[in-house]
């Protein structure tokens, strides 16, 4: 493999909704409001974007929904499908459509209308075996706790702690943050006397239900300052598919997750990072639960094995931490609209590179990271996307 | 989101999962997996056979679920168990007096029961139950 999407690829425009139970809006609201969004940030109007891609998984089925919404005339549009990497997975093709020299001008979209869908949470969605059924995501993200707490020796309420923690920090970061779903701030008593949703899981261990749309305008690296001073640079776009092989064979451990792990070996590579603890400056990971959370940080190589905990402890993923994560308060309060979440967590690192992130600005963060894990832990799809500045 | 209508128990008996527990081994390696796969997940070999899962195992991990799907009381407590001699299934307990009951390393075996009813079709498949001590 000789390519590399490293500083090919600029973003010069982004738009995100604000994220909640957006009971007066339309789908195609949604994804007007994002994209107008990024049009004014970028300074390009809708005949100036000469392809699209979408990521959703219930709100669009196919390309015409976005191209519809948009009045988009005549133009290539491709709608992607590809779990919680939906968004990412948009953004990754519209990128190398730029890097491939077919398009100087493209837009990625995500967009999820979940409310509308009667959910509560996600079902599981594979019955093949008559025992899937009994999944819920609560349910099959909590039987890692269970297995992690086993393994590295917490009791319960250790465990439990450790990832309280994670959610106090989220909605802390969340609550300074208006397009958030979910902005009240928690205390460690809250989330562990929070009702049971799936042992060990709680209430505050889950993330939001929520609509939402994100969205980016992306240009050759050559053109970018044409359009804005402070364009952000893509360094890496990975996606690890899954064999699935923790669901089928006999010796997945259940307190990592392997694809999150090689998405971010490639990624590293693919944007030359060698200390990802030191040089990645911020995260946005898929934080669906706290303990995915917690995993994340272990399978991304920020802390070592089984030392998730001493990292939380030391408030290393806080604010003012060495590494924040989920500087916009993540998945956890803004929910997952699953095909905008990951242009989402993109919107966040781009409004932190060029200092336009408020009350959560970080101090001069140089390169940030964006995670997603699609399905289940033991058969996942994971992405990995680095931009810089 | 609502999911397709399952199919008629009837049809279901003549698949190799869901009742007569078919998983493969691989005649290289030896690994055994279930579901059944055409290439070995372990070693990449295609070099198989169909394997019947024994119903005895240990509890591999678990959860209480107090949130179910739409057709299950709560609490259920799914589990993952590892299988004697190697394989995997993941499955429900049932007849625990609570779910305190079940841990990591739990003796448990398979027992068939009806699992829920949807749209008016019985689904059964198979549970897992506390192995008594002798």
């Not at chain 1, 990754?92 to 459509?97: D, L, P, V």
């Not at chain 1, 909605?171 to 049971?196: D, F, M, Q, W, Y």
């Not at chain 1, 929520?210 to 890496?236: H, M, N, Q």
């Not at chain 1, 669901?247 to 490639?266: L, W």
Request: glycine share 10%; net charge negative.
């Amino acid at each position: 493999m000789s390519g590399s999407i490293k500083d090919r690829v600029a973003i010069i425009g982004m738009g995100c909704t604000r994220f909640g139970e957006l009971w007066d809006k339309g789908p195609t609201d949604l994804v007007v409001d994002a994209v107008e969004d990024a049009y004014a940030d970028a300074g390009v109007e809708a005949k100036d974007i000469e392809a699209l891609w979408g990521g959703s998984i219930f709100t669009a089925h196919g390309g015409r929904f976005f191209t519809e919404a948009l009045r988009m005339q005549y133009i290539p549009a491709t709608h992607v499908v590809n779990a919680c990497a939906s968004g990412q997975d948009a953004m990754r093709n519209a990128a190398y459509s730029v890097a491939a020299g077919i398009y100087d001008i493209v837009l990625a979209i995500g967009v999820e209308k979940i409310k509308d869908e009667g959910m509560s949470g996600l079902p599981g969605m594979d019955n093949r075996t008559h025992t899937h059924a009994v999944a819920t995501m609560p349910g099959v993200f909590a039987i890692m706790a269970t297995k992690y707490f086993h393994r590295y020796g917490l009791t319960p309420e250790e465990g439990k702690t450790m990832l309280a923690k994670i959610s106090v920090k989220s909605h802390a970061n969340g609550s300074l943050n208006p397009k958030a779903h979910l902005r009240n701030t928690l205390t460690i008593e809250r989330v562990l006397n929070a009702p049971i949703i799936a042992w060990p899981l709680g209430l505050f261990d889950c993330c939001g239900v929520s609509d939402g749309g994100a969205a980016a305008i992306l240009t050759s690296a050559e053109r970018a300052k044409e359009f804005r001073k402070d364009p952000v640079y893509i360094k890496a776009l990975q996606i690890c598919g899954t064999p699935s092989s923790g669901r089928i064979t006999t010796d997945y451990d259940y307190t990592h997750v392997e694809e999150s792990y090689r998405a971010g070996v490639a990624a590293y590579r693919e944007a030359g990072v060698t200390d990802p603890r030191k040089e990645i400056s911020m995260a946005e990971v898929h934080d669906c639960f706290s303990i995915t959370e917690a995993v994340t940080m272990e399978d991304l190589q920020f802390s070592p094995r089984g030392k998730v905990k001493d990292d939380i402890d030391a408030g290393v993923f806080e604010l003012n931490g060495a590494l924040p994560v989920q500087p916009d308060g993540g998945l956890k309060c803004f929910g997952h609209p699953i095909g905008a979440s990951g242009i989402r967590m993109v919107y966040e690192l781009y409004l932190q590179l060029q200092g336009r992130a408020d009350k959560r600005q970080l101090k001069e963060p140089k390169l940030g990271l964006a995670h997603n894990l699609g399905h289940e832990p033991y058969a996942p799809l994971c992405s990995v996307c680095i931009v810089g500045l | 989101m609502t999911q397709p209508a399952p199919a008629s128990p009837l049809f279901w008996r003549l698949t190799p999962e869901v009742y007569r527990l078919i998983g493969i081994k691989c005649q290289d390696c030896g690994h055994i997996s279930y579901p059944r796969t055409r290439i070995c997940h372990e070693c990449g070999s295609q070099n198989i056979k169909e394997y019947k899962l024994p119903k005895k195992g240990t509890v591999h991990t678990y959860c209480v679920n107090w949130a179910p799907p739409p057709q299950f009381e709560p609490p259920i407590t799914p589990v993952i168990v590892d299988l004697e001699g190697g394989g995997k299934y993941q499955g429900l307990m049932t007849e625990t007096a609570t779910p305190e009951d079940v841990k990591v390393g739990s003796e448990v075996e398979m027992v068939l029961r009806k699992v829920n009813t949807d749209r008016g079709l019985n689904v059964y498949g198979y549970k897992f139950r506390l192995v008594e001590e002798q």
